[in-house]
């Protein structure tokens, strides 16, 4: 990939209008669920997949994406904690986070630690989920659960097997998002939240687990300099030229993510 030291800015309008591509993802991937063109295979992993929604959904959104890696013999399930807010729909305050975390006190606090607050709360289901089944779970995530994924599995490396992004912000949070002017009305400190993720970085061991990050240069709603992981040692880039809300339905970024999950071994190509 080029440009790897571009700053991240705000997606373009004219990209935006390039989000309408979805409906052709989702009308493609009919079919082959329809017509069952996928055939359901053995279990060829040992690891229990989750899949973590986007900003905005829930597992309903990732159902057509487990009904394929089920079929082709990925156990799959959704993430069980409902719509992805960010944790905006959580009561919480700062004082709520795990002792995992640490960051500045906000002396006025609009929701800037939100999304670790879910984060958590996906901790706590993924450990949930090794203890019940005695599996190693894969994390696959969608948006911003992709970077709630990442998270999970950067404080748990002997549970979390592999991890799958698809058009993931890895810098700034919303800042560098199409998002970012709701958050600002909101009065949601920005500038704090990308300082924060930066100095976590910086400060906490990285992902020690293999990671594939799926990215777009024609993603309307995340910039994709934000999504290029330039710490994770076992990180591989794939990039495909698709819409980001339609990245979940898309068949190509199936077959991607399908691979990426039955592979056993991942170089590090960052």
């Known amino acids: 990939m080029s440009d790897l030291g571009a700053v991240p800015a705000a997606p373009s309008k004219s990209l935006l209008f390039l989000e309408a591509r979805a409906a052709v993802d989702f009308a493609t991937m009919l079919r082959p669920l329809i017509r069952g063109e996928s055939r359901s295979v053995a279990q060829q992993t040992d690891s229990l997949t989750v899949v973590v929604p986007g900003f905005g959904s829930g597992d309903a959104y990732?159902?057509?994406?487990?009904?394929?890696l089920k079929q082709n013999g990925v156990?799959?399930?959704?993430?069980g904690l409902g719509t992805n807010l960010g944790g905006s729909n959580l009561p919480h305050t700062q004082e709520d986070l795990s002792s995992r975390w640490d960051f500045e006190h906000l002396e006025e606090y609009r929701g800037?630690?939100?999304?670790p607050f879910l984060i958590d709360r996906l901790y706590d289901a993924v450990m949930a989920r090794h203890t019940a089944t005695g599996k190693k779970i894969s994390l696959v995530g969608w948006s911003l659960g992709g970077f709630l994924a990442r998270e999970?599995?950067?404080?748990?490396?002997?549970?979390?097997?592999?991890?799958?992004?698809m058009g993931s912000p890895l810098i700034g949070g919303p800042k560098y998002t199409a998002a970012a002017p709701v958050f600002r009305r909101r009065g949601t400190d920005l500038d704090w939240i990308e300082a924060e993720i930066a100095r976590r970085e910086e400060t906490v061991p990285p992902i020690s687990?293999?990671?594939?990050?799926?990215?777009?240069?024609?993603d309307g709603?995340?910039?994709?300099?934000?999504?290029y992981d330039h710490k994770s040692p076992k990180v591989r880039h794939i990039e495909v030229d698709a819409s980001h809300l339609g990245m979940g339905f898309n068949t190509k970024i199936w077959?991607?993510?399908?691979?990426?999950?039955?592979?056993?071994?991942?170089e590090n190509t960052a």
Do not use: C, H, M
Request: net charge neutral; proline share 5%.
């Open 62 to 68: 990732t159902l057509p994406l487990r009904r394929f």
């Open 75 to 79: 156990r799959s399930e959704g993430w």
């Open 112 to 115: 800037e630690v939100a999304v």
């Open 152 to 165: 999970v599995a950067r404080e748990l490396p002997d549970v979390v097997d592999k991890v799958v992004t």
């Open 209 to 218: 687990q293999p990671i594939t990050a799926i990215i777009s240069k024609t």
């Open 221 to 227: 709603i995340v910039d994709w300099n934000a999504v």
């Open 255 to 266: 077959s991607y993510v399908l691979g990426a999950l039955l592979s056993r071994d991942q």
